[in-house]
């Protein structure tokens, strides 16, 4: 095994194959690192990969002793960095009505599916134990704040959160989504 130093000169005098052992030996310690940031496979390898673009560009400014810990705290800032990134610039779903003719109005199979789409819901609805059923509609259908719920149903805003809990429970065990599409 060559030594970190030694390795570090070659990359810095552009060997390719000193580059990819480098990367080879820090590879699993750098998605670690990332990985307990990011909690999440896909972007923790992103972070990782990028971690070493960034070890790449900074490696001649790298003075001595701690390989592991400078590329450790690259590893760590670049993941922290993205994480902000997510958080600044949540992404939005964007909604797409493939069913609108160019005159504006929706299709007739649209209208259809929708008809059909609310009235599955509603028969699924009633099929609620009774003491869930006013919840799950205010919240689902009327779209109303637990506060706006419990002045309307005369309940607490804890028990109708309780409640909700208790109905999206049922629903979990009794409803497949099969039986809404």
């Not at 990011?38 to 560009?57: G, I, N, P, W, Y």
């Not at 509603?122 to 637990?146: F, G, K, T, W």
Request: glycine share 4%; hydrophobic share 35%; aromatic share 10%.
């Amino acid at each position: 095994m060559i030594p970190e130093e030694r390795l570090i000169k070659k990359v810095l005098a552009g060997n390719v194959q000193a580059t990819r052992m480098l990367i080879e030996r820090y590879k699993h310690h750098v998605f670690k690192v990332s990985m307990s940031v990011m909690r999440d496979e896909k972007l923790a390898e992103d972070v990782a990969q990028e971690t070493f673009l960034k070890m790449l560009a900074a490696l001649p400014s790298y003075q001595g002793p701690g390989f592991r810990t400078w590329i450790s705290r690259i590893a760590y800032r670049k993941a922290l960095d993205e994480k902000r990134k997510m958080k600044r610039r949540p992404e939005e779903p964007v909604e797409w009505d493939f069913d609108r003719e160019s005159s504006g109005q929706i299709s007739p199979e649209s209208q259809l599916f929708k008809k059909e789409s609310k009235e599955s819901i509603y028969q699924a609805i009633n099929q609620l134990p009774e003491n869930y059923r006013e919840v799950v509609e205010a919240y689902y259908i009327d779209e109303l704040s637990y506060k706006e719920m419990g002045k309307k149903l005369g309940l607490a805003e804890k028990t109708v959160e309780m409640k909700l809990y208790r109905a999206r429970k049922w629903m979990k065990k009794h409803w497949k989504e099969d039986d809404f599409i």
